[in-house]
């Protein structure tokens, strides 16, 4: 999101450069004209926030610079909560004062070990919190596996003093982490199928999957593993 695609309802209007988070990185840029890093991942919510600033001021002949300025105040606070929600139910965890160290210190975790977001998320919905249990799926993951180690320590402590059932947390967890989403490789195969072959069929399966983005869908399964190594390589700009 840049600041000519957000609507009045602070939605992404225009997935130009279509450019979509794979390994983690906070400081990942979707869009390689974009060398400063203005619109990179970890700056999204300020980049919404001057959106707003910006919307403000076209406002400024009707309101005053004080009533505008009001309007917009509490958006550190309202996208600050929301934002907490969301990954506390990412994660299965109740709101309290472990949630926000135990989210932070997962996705410094991930972006060290290069972790796939959507991959791991996915997969922490069977997280086991039986004291002992290995969760091994899910640390092979990580290449600093006695990091993993004692960041999954907590996360089952906080699971079990909260009394998380296993099976409950992850039907919820499924029903907010996708197991399918749109990859960068995804696209550029349906594209370049689309443009140098008049080739459809990659689009309509890709819609067909996308639709059910939450479900195992397992005639689909190889549209959910990590990308190949040559999508590492895919630069995307406006333009494309």
């Known amino acids: 999101m ?3 695609n957000m609507s009045i309802l602070g939605l992404t209007l225009d997935y130009g450069p279509f450019g979509f988070l ?3 990185d906070p400081g990942y840029i979707c869009n390689h ?3 400063g890093g203005r619109y990179a991942f970890d700056q999204q919510p300020d980049v919404a926030a001057w959106n707003l600033t910006k919307l403000a001021q076209t406002f400024v002949p009707l309101l005053s610079v004080e009533a505008a300025s009001a309007a917009i105040g509490d958006y550190p606070q309202q996208f600050g909560q929301a934002y907490v929600e969301r990954m506390a139910a990412k994660f299965g965890l109740q709101l309290d ?4 160290p135990l989210v932070m210190d997962a996705l410094q975790l991930l972006a060290q070990n290069h972790v796939d977001y959507t991959i791991f998320l996915r997969q922490l919905c069977d997280f086991d919190n039986t004291e002992g249990a290995v969760n091994a799926p899910l640390r092979d993951l990580f290449l600093d596996r006695a990091a993993f180690d004692a960041w999954a320590a907590r996360y089952a402590g906080v699971l079990r003093a909260a009394g998380s059932t296993d099976s409950e947390r992850s039907v919820a967890m499924r029903a907010v982490n996708p197991k399918y989403i749109l990859r960068n490789h995804l696209a550029e195969v349906a594209i370049r199928r689309a443009a140098d072959h008049r080739d459809y069929s990659e689009i309509t399966r890709l819609h067909t999957l996308l639709l059910h983005p939450f479900d195992e ?3 689909f399964e190889a549209y959910a593993a990590e990308p ?5 390589q895919i630069e995307v700009s406006c333009s494309s």
């Open 2 to 4: 840049n600041t000519d």
């Open 22 to 24: 794979d390994a983690f």
């Open 33 to 35: 004209s974009d060398t």
């Open 97 to 100: 004062g472990e949630t926000v």
């Open 217 to 219: 869908q397992p005639e």
């Open 228 to 232: 190949p190594d040559w999508a590492r």
